[in-house]
Nanobody
Framework: QVQLVESGGGLVQPGGSLTLSCATS????????MSWYRQAPGKERELVAA????????DYVDSVKGRFTISRDNAKNTAYLQMNSLKPEDTAVYYC?????????WGQGTQVTVSS
């Protein structure tokens, strides 16, 4: 059974930082590209960041470039999203996703709230 479990969300003040983790099990993690999505209330889910299976290439939505960093540890079967200089508009539920060809899995999400 494949599981993706996000953690690390919470309430943070504007300008603060959080690191999200996505711990996986039940899949051969090193074969899967990983990505982070977010969904704010009343908005569609959007891709925030992605990383290849070997971690040799990353991509980001323009709104987070220079502030967020996606990474992975294939030995720990875990992906990360380091978020710095957080803004109120970053408030959303953050989801991780694992993709390998037609095999696609989602985590349950973790809430990030940026507010003073």
């Amino acid at each position: 059974q494949v599981q993706l479990v996000e953690s690390g969300g919470g309430l943070v003040q504007p300008g603060g930082s959080l690191t999200l983790s996505c711990a996986t099990s039940g899949l051969t993690f090193r074969y899967y590209a990983m990505s982070w999505y977010r969904q704010a209330p009343g908005k569609e889910r959007e891709l925030v960041a992605a990383i290849t299976n070997l971690g040799d290439s990353t991509d980001y939505v323009d709104s987070v470039k220079g502030r967020f960093t996606i990474s992975r540890d294939n030995a720990k079967n875990t992906a990360y999203l380091q978020m710095n200089s957080l803004k109120p508009e970053d408030t959303a539920v953050y989801y991780c996703r694992a993709v390998l060809s037609t095999w696609r899995y989602w985590g349950q999400g973790t809430q990030v709230t940026v507010s003073s």
